[in-house]
C-alpha cells in the first residue's frame, strides 16, 4: 500500500519538475523528478528519516531538495512551488499521472495551450495535439488511452463514448455475411449521461457471433468467450458483452437487458392481464421493441423516457457554440450553416476569452457576425471566467455588444467551499450575467464535482435571472438530469448549449433536451424555447 504522507510530499516535487519543464530548466526538472520517485519508493515514512537527520542517505536528494523537504516538515509547505502554481494546469492529480515524459507533458501545456483536464479533453478531441510536431499521433494515442483508462478506473464514462463504441461493434458484427440480426442493448440506452457498459445481441447462421466480437478493432482485451457470450473491454474503456441467440429472442432481451426494472414489470403485468408473456413463444412475428409494445396495445416508449418523462420540448435554437477551436482557428461559417440545416432559429456563438481567444478576437468574431448573410439570427456571446475575487474577465466593451454572457469557473479549482460559493454568488449577483455555465464542473470520470454550497446558489441564481446551463458538452453532461429534479427552486431557468465547434456536434443538443424532458421542466423554464429577440431582450426577467 502506498504511503499517503510519503505521496504528498512527492507529489510537491513531481509538480516542481512539471513546472521546471515548462520554464526550460532540464537539470532542475529532471532533480526534482528523481526525488519524486525516490520518496514514493520509500519503504518508511519521510518524516521518521526527517526527524532521525537521515534525509541525505536518499538516493539523489541533495542540500537544496533536503531543505525544502525540511520546510514542508517546519511549516507545511514549499515556498517555490507556491512560486510556480500559477504556470501549472489546474487539476494536477490528472497531470501527475499522464504516461507521457516531463518534456511532453510540458509541451502540451505550452503548445496545446491546456491549462486544465477540460483544456487537455478539447486539444486530443479537436485533433491538436496530433497537429503538434513535439508531439503527433503517438502522444494523441497515450492521451486517448490514458482517459479511457481513467474512465474504467472510475466505471464512469460519458454516454455520448459508449454509444461510439457500442455502435463500432454494432457495425462490425452487422455486416458479417452470416449475421442475420444483430441490435445493441444496456442501460447505456437509456441516454443518462454516465454509462459503463453495453451488449451486442447477435443472431448468426454459422455461429460466428463470438470470432466476430472477438476480432473486432473495438474490442481491446477479450476477458471470456464461449459458444455463446463473451465479454471484453473497449478501447474507449467500456466493457462489452456478446451474445449469441436466435432472431425470435433478440427484441425481448434487448427490452430486458435496456431496463428498467420497474418498466419491465409495468409490461409484464400488462401482458399477463391480456394473457401474454413477454417472449417470442407468446408474442409471434415480433421483430423489434415497438412491435411488443404494439403487442400490449402501446405506444412505444423510447429507452430513455422508460423512467419517465416525454418528448414535449421543441427547442428553437443553441446557445452555446464555439466559432474559435482549441488551436485557435475560426470555424464560424460551418457551424452556422449547419445550425441552419437543423432548421434552428437562431444560433448562439459563445467563445470564451482566455489566453488564445483575446477581447481583439471577439471583437473580430462580431464583426465577421454581422457580415454573414445566413438565414437564422446569429447571436453574439461570450464566456467569461469567474476570478478569484468573484469579478469576470472581460473588459466592460464586450458585455455591452454580448446578447448573451455565460460566467463559468475554469480556474483556481482548488479553493475552499466556502471561498468558491462566495466567488460564485458574487458573479451570479452581477446583472450582466445571464447564464451560470456548467455549474457543477465536474469532467465525467476525471473530476467530480466542485465543493459548493449548491441550495444557496441555485436559489441566488433564481432570485437573479441567472439561467443554470445544460452543457451537453460529453465530458461535463452539466447540469444533469438527476440534478435538475433535485434543484432546490423550482422557479430556476434553464439554458441547453452544446459547446460544439465541429457542425455534427451541434447534435449533441438532443441530449440536453432529453435531460430537460425526463425532469420533466416545461418550455417556460428553458430559453432555448424563447426567441431571439426575447433573448436579447432578456425577457426571462420580467
Known amino acids: 500500500m502506498m504511503n499517503s504522507e510519503n505521496c504528498a510530499i512527492s507529489d510537491c516535487f513531481k509538480d516542481l519538475a512539471i513546472a521546471m519543464e515548462i520554464q526550460g530548466e532540464q537539470w532542475r526538472s529532471s532533480s526534482y523528478l528523481n526525488a519524486s520517485e525516490e520518496i514514493l519508493n520509500l519503504n518508511e515514512n519521510l518524516s521518521k528519516i526527517y526527524a532521525s537527520g537521515r534525509v541525505r542517505e536518499i538516493k539523489g536528494i541533495g542540500p537544496s531538495i533536503e531543505s525544502k523537504i525540511a520546510e514542508y516538515f517546519e511549516t507545511g509547505g514549499i515556498a517555490a512551488l507556491n512560486d510556480v502554481r500559477g504556470i501549472l494546469p489546474d487539476d494536477m492529480e490528472v497531470f501527475r499521472r499522464l504516461p507521457l515524459s516531463l518534456r511532453e507533458t510540458a509541451d502540451v501545456c505550452i503548445f496545446a495551450d491546456v491549462h486544465s483536464a477540460a483544456d487537455l479533453l478539447l486539444a486530443v478531441d479537436e485533433g491538436v495535439i496530433r497537429n503538434i510536431p513535439a508531439l503527433g499521433t503517438a502522444v494523441e494515442s497515450k492521451l486517448r488511452g490514458f482517459i479511457a483508462w481513467l474512465g474504467e478506473q472510475s466505471a464512469e464514462l460519458p454516454y455520448c463514448v459508449v454509444n461510439a463504441s457500442a455502435e463500432n461493434v454494432l457495425k462490425y458484427v452487422s455486416e458479417d455475411a452470416w449475421t442475420i440480426k444483430a441490435e445493441a442493448a444496456g442501460v447505456f440506452r437509456r441516454k443518462d449521461e454516465i454509462a459503463t457498459a453495453f451488449t451486442i445481441l447477435v443472431s448468426s447462421s454459422a455461429d460466428r457471433a463470438v470470432p466476430l466480437f472477438a476480432m473486432c478493432p473495438e474490442i481491446q482485451e477479450l476477458t471470456h468467450a464461449n459458444k455463446q457470450t463473451a465479454t471484453g473491454k473497449t478501447v474507449s474503456g467500456a466493457a462489452a458483452m456478446l451474445k449469441s441467440m436466435s432472431p425470435e429472442q433478440i427484441p425481448f432481451e434487448q427490452l430486458r437487458i435496456t431496463g ?92 470564451r476569452l482566455c489566453s488564445r481567444v483575446t477581447p481583439d478576437h471577439i471583437r473580430e468574431r462580431n464583426e465577421s457576425i454581422n457580415q454573414l448573410d445566413c ?23 464586450l458585455f455591452d455588444s ?48 466542485l465543493p459548493l454550497d449548491y ?88
Open 455 to 542: 441550495p444557496h446558489l441555485f436559489g441566488l441564481a433564481s432570485e437573479n435571472g441567472v439561467a443554470l446551463e445544460i452543457n451537453t458538452s460529453p465530458y461535463r453532461s452539466d447540469l444533469d438530469y438527476s440534478t435538475i429534479c433535485k434543484v432546490y427552486e423550482q422557479d430556476v431557468i434553464y439554458s441547453i448549449g452544446t459547446d460544439a465547434i465541429l457542425p455534427h456536434q451541434l447534435n449533441r443538443i438532443s441530449l440536453g433536451k432529453i435531460a430537460a424532458e425526463k425532469s420533466r421542466l416545461d418550455n417556460g423554464r428553458l430559453l432555448n424555447t424563447l426567441t431571439s429577440s426575447e433573448i436579447r431582450d432578456k425577457a426571462w426577467r420580467d
Open 260 to 351: 428498467p426494472a420497474e418498466h419491465i414489470t409495468y409490461l409484464e403485468k400488462r401482458a399477463a392481464s391480456l394473457g401474454l408473456t413477454l417472449s417470442p413463444e407468446s408474442m409471434r412475428d415480433v421483430h423489434t421493441e415497438a412491435e411488443i409494445y404494439s403487442c400490449l396495445g402501446m405506444d412505444y416508449i423510447p429507452p430513455e423516457f422508460r423512467s419517465g418523462g416525454e418528448p414535449n420540448i421543441s427547442v428553437r435554437g443553441d446557445l452555446r457554440v464555439r466559432s474559435i477551436s482549441a488551436d485557435g482557428s475560426m470555424n464560424l461559417n460551418e457551424i452556422v450553416s449547419q445550425a441552419e440545416y437543423m432548421g434552428y432559429e437562431y444560433v448562439c456563438i459563445v467563445d
Open 402 to 449: 454580448s446578447d448573451l454572457v455565460v460566467a463559468s469557473i475554469n480556474s483556481h479549482l482548488d479553493c475552499s467551499e466556502d471561498l468558491m460559493t462566495s466567488r460564485i454568488s458574487k458573479a451570479l449577483m452581477d446583472p450582466r450575467v445571464d447564464v451560470w455555465g456548467h455549474p457543477l464542473n465536474r469532467l465525467i470520470g476525471i473530476r467530480d464535482s
Open 375 to 397: 438565414s437564422i439570427d446569429v447571436l453574439k456571446g461570450i464566456e467569461v471566467d469567474i476570478l478569484n475575487d468573484g469579478t469576470l474577465s472581460a473588459p466592460d466593451d
